[in-house]
């Protein structure tokens, strides 16, 4: 190396720069892939992908093999530099080739090959898995002894190599992945992503229509009054009982009711004949479970009952789709129609409305761990029915309510501090 000429360990050098910068940008283009864009990658049949995908799954190995190429070509551009300087400018030029290298390394070699890769990691590392792969096979047996020594070192501080992050995301994490999203995700599909991961965290007491609104047919009612009210009707499936909702014999629907036309006297009997059996679900089954459950039971609607097995609701298969695509019967973007928005900028509220609903409509945060509707939040707060109207504040909510009748708040005027 000393008789070799200055033009020579000059381009040397210079060509040992771009290794290191080529191992320096691999290791971070690597170690920066988006590991689920790399799988789709992979399963799709992109060659560089599947490479990549090879090498990173032993990860021990891929960081190995690149830092002894780094490390051997730093120390080879080292050696050379000193070689340089010293027939340059003698033994005072040791000091100035140290200086010089760590500033090109630093530069060239370091902070701009690994921020490219960072920004740009594909780039770096599909093509840098032709050279890696084959590399890997050639220093194995190098590699393999540092990885050994390595993970002994791990070891000792009671860490083990072999136990990984793993690539799994919590819901959370997925739920910030969906949000960060931007416009690789329409916002209409974005909703219905985030839908669809609340449907653990709401049960179907939830959703469910309440007792007080279930429109259903008393059998022992005349048969006149049955039939004009399925005439009338306005759902497929009518719940069918006897006196009282409690006493459910089930549910009839309109596709049924359509065969007995051509009787020439329908009876009771005949429309319990038609009826199916009643379908029970406890208050605190979560959607995405009661969504399985009717899919398992090829069923669309069930009663819902608190723990002392009284009926308290009904929940449907069209009121969980809604809860991840929006309501059917309206735009995704009007407000509920139990919400009236007034000139000064308050809200007259149905004091049946859902809170969940109400905040989602008017983007609120009303508190939700407690009841379900307006009318028990107001009544809870105020540990009474109240008998005329009172105002009240909840969080920063200010309510009024406006009409009370039958025990309960029928409507509630509402605006934010």
Known sequence: MNEAPIGILLGVLVFLLFLSAFFSGSET????????????QARSGHKGAIRTSELLERPDRLIGVILIGNNFVNNLSAAISTVIAIRLWGDGGIAAATFLLTLAVLIFSEVTPKTLAALHPERFAFPSSMILKPL???LYPLVWVANTLSNGLLRMMRVNPDEGSG????????????????????????????????????????IMIPRNEIVGIDIEESID?????????????????????NNTLGILHMRNVAKLINLEEITRADLLNETSEPYFVPEVTPLHTQMVNFQKNKLRSAFVVDEYGDIIGLVTLE?????????????????????????????IIDGSA??????????????????????????????????????????????????????MVKTVKVWTA
């Open 319 to 347: 009121d969980i789709l809604e809860e991840i695509v929006g309501d059917f019967t309206t735009d995704v973007d009007d407000i509920s129609q139990d919400i009236t928005p007034q000139k000064d900028g308050t809200y």
């Open 354 to 407: 859902s809170i969940r609903e109400t905040n989602k409509s008017l983007d609120w945060e009303l508190p939700i761990d407690g009841p379900k509707t307006l009318n028990g939040l107001i009544t809870e707060y105020l540990e009474e029915i109240p008998e005329s109207s009172v105002c009240l504040c909840v969080n920063t909510y200010h309510m009024e309510v406006l009409q009370i009748r039958d025990n």
């Open 167 to 206: 690539d799994q995301l919590s819901q959370e994490e997925l739920r910030t992945v969906v949000n960060e999203a931007g416009s690789l995700i329409p916002t209409r599909h974005k909703g219905m992503l985030l839908n669809i991961l609340d449907l653990e965290n709401v049960t179907v007491d939830d």
């Open 29 to 40: 283009g690597m170690m920066a892939l988006n590991r689920y864009r790399l799988r789709h």
């Open 225 to 245: 009054d049955i039939l004009d009210h399925l005439r009338t009707a306005q759902h497929t499936r009518i719940p069918v009982y006897k006196g009282d909702i």
């Open 136 to 138: 890997l096979k050639l």
